[in-house]
């Protein structure tokens, strides 16, 4: 059973910085690319960051300029450095990997809880 195990959210105040971290675990094959959303109540899960192996990364909008995404390919963990938070920062994070065995699988991790005070 794939895990992936997230780490680092917490509650910060508006301006502050935290670094989330997931480490993939259990799997036959290679990680392609891993990432992050996250959902706030009310609202659907939305893209915040990805990277591929290769390093190449893919921000929202939203985060550009704030958060930074990366990867430690021999330690099969994906980092997010987010600066500058903001309350609407405020959700629900999920780490995704994309890992290829003879087919492509989608693994998500169990969440962790960012919150953001003004």
């Known amino acids: 059973q794939v895990q992936l195990v997230e780490s680092g959210g917490g509650l910060v105040q508006a301006g502050g910085s935290l670094r989330l971290s997931c480490a993939a675990s259990?799997?036959?094959?290679?990680?392609?690319?891993m990432g992050w959303y996250r959902q706030a109540p009310g609202t659907q899960r939305e893209l915040v960051a990805t990277?591929?192996?290769?390093?190449?990364?893919n921000l929202a909008d939203s985060v550009k300029g704030r958060f930074t995404i990366s990867r430690d390919n021999a330690k099969n963990t994906v980092y997010l450095q987010m600066n500058s938070l903001k309350p609407e920062d405020t959700a629900v994070y999920y780490c995704?990997?994309?890992?290829?065995?003879?087919?492509?699988?989608?693994?998500w991790g169990q969440g962790t809880q960012v919150t953001v005070s003004s």
């Open positions: 259990r799997f036959v094959g290679s990680i392609n690319v």
């Open positions: 990277i591929t192996r290769a390093g190449d990364t």
């Open positions: 995704n990997a994309q890992i290829t065995y003879l087919r492509n699988f989608n693994y």
